[in-house]
């Protein structure tokens, strides 16, 4: 598995220069076409054979791998993920790296047509600074997203210092499983 310094700088840019040259829509195909459906195959192969599971396995190891700060909490009903410290995201800050505009959005360019083929929805919020959460439920289950606190106690990115810091915007996903779904706050 590649790390995650090894290629962030490169996300990074690749996204910027796709934008320049084909627009957001072919930002958003290659998020769905060279990672969720190419490099992200095994993720794909083990959320759609194993449901919630399956989320709880790739997200273990990949997360480990990449030395992320973080934390998982997983039910019968809801998977979910509070990102304290993206590596990738952390990466790029420290070094001053800012090609595209909105790089957390690749996650949900990726995440959401593998959530949307395996047959879930996203709850899902980020603050640009490396900092988010997630909820994955089934798409028949209606239950909004949790209050901070409800799901993952003390681990909960929510309640941590520098979640709501300045003046940074927050991207906020409801049931989605796009990466446009959002509103911004």
Not at 45 to 63: N, P, Q, R, S, V
Not at 64 to 84: L, N, Q
Request: with cysteine; aromatic share 12%; proline share 3%.
């Amino acid at each position: 598995m590649i790390g995650a310094y090894d290629f962030c700088g490169h996300y990074e840019w690749t996204f910027g220069w796709l934008e320049k040259e084909g627009g957001h829509t072919l930002v958003r195909e290659y998020w769905e076409e060279a990672i969720a459906k190419d490099s992200q195959q095994h993720a794909s192969a083990t959320i759609i054979a194993g449901g919630f599971e399956g989320m709880k396995k790739y997200w273990h190891h990949t997360l480990d791998e990449e030395a992320a700060g973080y934390a998982m909490t997983a039910c019968h009903d809801v998977f979910r993920i509070d990102m304290h410290a993206c590596p990738s995201k952390g990466f790029l800050m420290r070094n001053g790296l800012i090609q595209y505009h909105d790089y957390c959005d690749h996650c949900m360019g990726w995440i959401g047509p593998v959530m949307r083929e395996a047959g879930f929805v996203v709850d899902h919020e980020h603050n640009h600074r490396g900092q988010c959460w997630w909820e994955m439920r089934r798409v028949e289950d209606k239950t909004p997203p949790s209050h901070p606190g409800e799901l993952s106690g003390s681990s909960d990115v929510r309640l941590r210092h520098g979640w709501q810091e300045g003046n940074s915007r927050h991207d906020i996903y409801e049931r989605a499983t796009d990466p446009d779904e959002k509103r911004v706050e």
